[in-house]
């Protein structure tokens, strides 16, 4: 068993330090925007895969029960193929710590979609009275989409069950016929991407373990790479020019040439959508995305490797 811990170890170090690293050097992200959202999806489940694998090991080393539960339907030719008697006490003071972590992650992500939920409840409050409920008979104005009087230009989604597109009069005043399919072709892109829930998992992990980069890379990267995906979407059906001209009409009142990291990124996404940049072969994505989807099952390999040759 001791072996497997030091490999779930050098996994999950290469996956939380290494990758990331050259993750975020590597140029074709911006490409693929996709594909590295994916990218980056696996390497933190291969980190907490290889966490929850080493916790679920040192249980069954310390604690009677926690064997007896885990191993019951194994022959006990399995469960002394991992020498859990054997185990050295260095490995109760991991699994303690192993404990805590996953405790202190349960109760981040609860926070965050505590927070999250209370969120979107004002955010529908504050539209159920900016749009009261019309008289019956007519037609109801919280459909799929909804347009609020409003002189500031803006457009945005309020995910849920019923996710909602919101549209201002400003934006309507400002945005011709196709720009504004290329904004709502852009939002619509988040929803079926389930992009929401995305944003509140980075932003979860990297809330409760700020001084792992890992997990700050990828709140950064995904709250960048997810607008990324979006532009692509909508640019695949409206054009580039036509969805960039849209996002300058939405935000050029905000100074989109700022050095605010926000409008910073607005910058950039306009840039890349005059300037698209190539994309990569399919070959090279079908790679890129294989290479990914593979990372995760290296602490389910590892895990269950001795357990293996006890079964022939």
Same mark, same amino acid.
């Given at each position: ?94 699994? +303690? &710590?192993?404990?805590?972590? /996953?405790?202190? !992650?349960?109760?981040?992500?609860? =926070?965050? *979609?505590? $927070?999250? #939920? ?79 829930? +995305? &944003?509140?998992?980075?932003? /979860?992990?990297? !809330?409760?373990?700020?001084?792992? =980069?890992? *997990?700050? $890379?990828? #709140? ?79 602490? +389910? &390999? ?11």
């Amino acid at each position: 068993m001791t072996i497997c811990l030091l490999l779930l170890t050098v996994v999950a170090l290469t996956a939380a330090v290494a990758a990331p690293r050259a993750l975020t050097r590597a140029a074709w992200p911006e490409k693929e925007p996709i594909v590295a959202l994916w990218a980056w999806q696996c390497l933190v489940a291969t980190v907490l895969l290889c966490c929850l694998a080493a916790l679920l090991l040192g249980v069954a080393s310390v604690s009677e029960i926690g064997r007896a539960h885990l191993f019951a339907p194994a022959p006990p030719t399995v469960t002394a193929a991992y020498g859990l008697a054997a185990a050295p006490s260095l490995v109760a003071a991991l699994t +303690l &710590l192993l404990a805590c972590g /996953a405790a202190w !992650t349960a109760a981040a992500l609860a =926070r965050e *979609f505590v $927070h999250a #939920r209370h969120h979107r409840r004002l955010r529908r409050a504050y539209l159920r009275e900016r749009s009261p409920d019309l008289p019956a008979g007519l037609p109801d104005a919280h459909g799929t989409l909804l347009v609020l009087e409003d002189e500031y230009p803006d457009a945005w989604l309020m995910p849920g069950t019923r996710p909602q597109l919101v549209v201002t009069t400003g934006a309507l005043r400002r945005l011709t016929d196709s720009q504004l399919n290329a904004v709502l072709t852009h939002e619509l892109g988040h929803v079926r991407a389930r992009h929401h829930w +995305l &944003l509140h998992l980075s932003t /979860a992990l990297a !809330t409760g373990f700020p001084r792992i =980069r890992l *997990f700050t $890379h990828f #709140r950064d990267q995904t709250h960048r790479l997810v607008e990324l995906a979006a532009d692509a979407t909508a640019s695949r059906h409206c054009g580039h020019l036509t969805t960039a001209l849209a996002l300058i009409e939405l935000n050029q009142h905000r100074g989109l040439l700022s050095c605010d990291s926000t409008r910073r990124l607005l910058g950039d996404r306009v840039q890349r959508l005059l300037e698209p940049p190539p994309r990569l072969t399919l070959t090279h994505r079908a790679t890129a995305s294989t290479a990914a989807a593979l990372a995760p099952l290296l602490p +389910l &390999l590892i895990a269950f490797a001795p357990a293996m040759p006890a079964l022939d």
